[in-house]
């Protein structure tokens, strides 16, 4: 069994990791929330099973994806709409973020997972393919794809190679 020091030296170190990967796949900051309060609980129970610090990194990305999967697969039957929310939050007030983050949000979930993973955690090709359980040149696709679709949404304001 675990210990509260341990979980909370955890959610010091990734906590902000889990709420943005959260976020992106929510597009709503109370979900994301939710999810990261769910993973964390995962954690707690499953803390025996980490070997490393770089498994306990992977393992709550695949958590966290996987619950923010589970969570949508209920909206989408529930018929919930959470970008509204997110759109008209306080939160965002730099024009050039939220226009590029909105873009990045409105990217169909396989786009935007890759997005996220490669520009906002610093993950590599190779490691996001892992991470994903795809192929690297199906990561790599999927990025060519995902930028394209922000080029042609930002109308070319931004540079995403």
Known sequence: MCTK??????????GNMVLR??????????DAEDVFQDVFIKLYEHMDRIQSEEHMKAWLI?????V??????????????????????SDVDANDYFEVMSAVTLLPTKYREVVHLFYYEGYQTKEIAELLKKRESTVRSLLARAREMLKNKLKGEYDFA
């Not at 990967?21 to 929510?26: G, V």
């Not at 695949?62 to 996987?66: S, Y």
């Open 21 to 30: 990967l959260a976020y992106m796949y929510m597009r709503n900051e109370h």
């Open 68 to 89: 923010c999967k589970n969570k949508l697969k209920w909206f989408a039957y529930r018929k919930v709409d959470v970008y509204e929310e997110w759109l008209h939050s």
């Open 62 to 66: 695949r958590v966290t994806a996987n």
């Open 5 to 14: 020091e341990q979980i909370q030296c955890a959610m010091d170190e990734y």
